[in-house]
């Protein structure tokens, strides 16, 4: 019996609908599910019968964010094929290759601002979790409405990454930005409606039918008109120096995935195990998987 695709793509009264559906995995992110979006914004864009697109989980979760366990042939990297001048060399152990990582990382980005630039409008409809490289994808979306019990962070700003989309500044400008990222602090529904990083809450009962209810109003305005003002808006952002502030995160979110204390916290998975090393992360802070009970 063959495996159910990893990302979902229907479409259905002028809605283009993305599902992630790893709901087993949290919907964590690998290169077939990032590919997976790719194509069917592609296809999406691409449709005469679709007038704005919606992006969703399936299961209890938005996405939880990349997966740090894929299969290996899942990875999306090659082999690391070091050379000295025209030479192939053998890697010493601990080696990292900021190119090679910056060109896997670069593409990631380039796969989720494809919701950036598609030419129809893109709502991404959060419930449960969006963390870590899932708000890289998240953020990119045109508009994010969110269930009223949903949560959204960056934790790897603890340690162990950067964001490469780093569309926070340009969502929620300097203050919140710094807020949330120098902390890795969580958010929840009241806070990402206060401070504009969401357009709509609802509960979550009722997110879907009222997140397609609000999109299907795309389809009374022409294509172009909606193509244009998403343009227009988009090249504000751009011209303030969108693209090279991206540049620098990606290259920067390698460099923090191989400092010392970057290594020493992924050694702990297997000294620890991945729970109690999520655990000892965010106890201190007191949220996301640690947030008191009652």
Same mark, same amino acid.
């Given at each position: 019996?063959?495996?159910?695709?990893?990302?979902?793509?229907?479409?259905?009264?002028?809605?283009?609908?993305?599902?992630?559906?790893?709901?087993?995995?949290?919907?964590?992110?690998?290169?077939?599910?990032?590919?997976?979006?790719?194509?069917?914004?592609?296809?999406?864009?691409?449709?005469?019968?679709?007038?704005? !697109? +919606?992006?969703?989980?399936? =299961?209890?979760?938005?996405?939880? #964010?990349? *997966? @740090?366990?894929?299969? /290996?042939?899942?990875?999306?990297?090659?082999?690391?094929?070091?050379?000295?001048?025209?030479?192939?060399?053998?890697?010493?152990?601990?080696?990292?290759?900021?190119?090679?990582?910056?060109?896997?990382?670069?593409?990631?980005?380039?796969?989720?601002?494809?919701?950036?630039?598609?030419?129809?409008? !893109? +709502?991404?409809?959060?419930? =449960?979790?969006?963390?870590?490289? #899932?708000? *890289? @994808?998240?953020?990119? /979306?045109?508009?994010?409405?969110?269930?009223?019990?949903?949560?959204?962070?960056?934790?790897?700003?603890?340690?162990?990454?950067?964001?490469?989309?780093?569309?926070?500044?340009?969502?929620?400008?300097?203050?919140?930005?710094?807020?949330?990222?120098?902390?890795?602090?969580?958010?929840?529904?009241?806070?990402?409606?206060?401070?504009?990083?969401?357009?709509?809450?609802?509960?979550?009962?009722?997110?879907?039918?009222?997140?397609?209810?609000?999109?299907?109003?795309?389809?009374?305005?022409?294509?172009?008109?909606?193509?244009?003002?998403?343009?227009?808006?988009?090249?504000?952002?751009?011209?303030?120096?969108?693209?090279?502030?991206?540049?620098?995160?990606?290259?920067?979110?390698?460099?923090?995935?191989?400092?010392?204390?970057?290594?020493?916290?992924?050694?702990?998975?297997?000294?620890?195990?991945?729970?109690?090393?999520?655990?000892?992360?965010?106890?201190?802070?007191?949220?996301?998987?640690?947030?008191?009970?009652?």
């Amino acid at each position: 019996m063959a495996e159910a695709p990893v990302v979902l793509y229907e479409e259905r009264d002028s809605l283009g609908i993305i599902t992630l559906n790893r709901p087993e995995k949290m919907n964590t992110l690998t290169d077939t599910v990032i590919q997976g979006i790719a194509d069917s914004i592609d296809r999406a864009t691409a449709s005469p019968d679709v007038s704005s !697109v +919606i992006i969703r989980g399936a =299961g209890p979760t938005f996405t939880a #964010g990349y *997966d @740090l366990n894929p299969q /290996a042939g899942d990875r999306g990297r090659g082999a690391f094929q070091p050379r000295f001048g025209a030479k192939q060399v053998d890697a010493r152990p601990g080696a990292w290759d900021p190119v090679r990582d910056y060109a896997f990382m670069g593409n990631n980005m380039r796969r989720f601002m494809k919701l950036w630039e598609c030419p129809k409008p !893109v +709502i991404a409809e959060l419930h =449960g979790y969006a963390l870590g490289g #899932g708000t *890289d @994808l998240l953020l990119c /979306a045109d508009l994010i409405f969110m269930a009223e019990d949903a949560i959204l962070g960056y934790p790897p700003s603890r340690v162990y990454g950067t964001p490469t989309t780093m569309m926070w500044v340009y969502r929620v400008g300097l203050e919140h930005a710094k807020e949330f990222l120098l902390s890795g602090d969580q958010i929840d529904a009241t806070t990402a409606y206060r401070i504009g990083l969401v357009s709509k809450v609802f509960p979550k009962a009722r997110l879907s039918a009222e997140t397609e209810a609000y999109a299907k109003r795309y389809a009374n305005i022409p294509a172009n008109q909606l193509a244009l003002n998403k343009m227009l808006i988009n090249q504000a952002f751009e011209n303030m120096g969108l693209r090279t502030t991206q540049m620098l995160g990606t290259f920067f979110d390698g460099v923090t995935r191989h400092t010392e204390e970057a290594l020493r916290w992924r050694e702990s998975f297997s000294e620890v195990g991945f729970r109690e090393t999520i655990r000892r992360r965010d106890g201190p802070f007191e949220d996301y998987g640690e947030r008191p009970r009652g």
